[in-house]
């Protein structure tokens, strides 16, 4: 009925971020098929604790699921000029009693989007939506200690280094030990101001 589009639309505009360059918007059933090809690609799923590639018909079930967890917001990342979708961010296991949520599941499937820090800009709507929208106190992730460069990153950002879960994910016949890193809310609005955080909001609002 009317109403029911009119607070859907409602709830898609409230999950909407952006950028001078970029537009982080609700996934939608017709994004399913760009979005399990990219799954799809070995150097996209290198980085996945899931180490398979993934069909439509996956995609479409995690999709249905999803749309009915409110401890998770799943975004499409998109160009803000073509609108073209470049790749997928999310936030998840969103615990608002505690004030805490994980974010990840970072795609850039275009490889044409994978340079000019577009993947900063990425992370830095991720953590203003998280601490300035959600009203998080932190924020977390894990990464594969093999991935040393997006460790690197998050630190960059600010991100704390809280310690390694050994052996934590199995992928490829093996075991492979998981970087976990924390922001708190306090050191978010600190390093919006300061640093490589400050610098990539500057960016953003096409200060530079």
């Not at 974010?103 to 989007?113: F, N, Q, T, V």
């Not at 998080?136 to 990464?143: A, G, R, T």
């Not at 016949?173 to 990539?200: C, Q, R, T, W």
């Amino acid at each position: 009925n009317k109403v029911t589009k009119k607070l859907t639309q409602f709830t898609r505009e409230l999950y909407m971020l952006r950028s001078n360059r970029l537009l982080l918007r609700a996934i939608e059933e017709s994004d399913l098929p760009i979005i399990s090809f990219w799954r799809s690609q070995p150097e996209v799923y290198e980085y996945f604790y899931e180490y398979l590639p993934i069909s439509v018909r996956q995609q479409k079930n995690w999709y249905e699921k999803q749309l009915q967890d409110s401890s998770e917001i799943n975004f499409v990342v998109a160009d803000i000029k073509t609108g073209k979708a470049i790749g997928t961010v999310s936030i998840y296991h969103i615990d608002r009693r505690s004030r805490k949520a994980e974010w990840g599941r970072l795609i850039i499937g275009d490889p044409s989007a994978r340079s000019g820090g577009k993947g900063a800009e990425i992370e830095a709507l991720v953590l203003q939506y998280s601490f300035e929208h959600l009203n998080l106190n932190k924020l977390y992730c894990e990464v594969l200690l093999q991935n040393e460069k997006v460790v690197s990153l998050h630190k960059k950002f600010g991100f704390h280094h809280e310690g390694v879960l050994r052996q934590h994910a199995f992928k490829a016949g093996k075991y492979e030990d998981v970087v976990m890193l924390s922001m708190l809310a306090e050191e978010y609005f600190f390093n919006k101001d300061k640093g490589k955080l400050a610098e990539i909001f500057t960016r953003m609002n096409g200060n530079i």
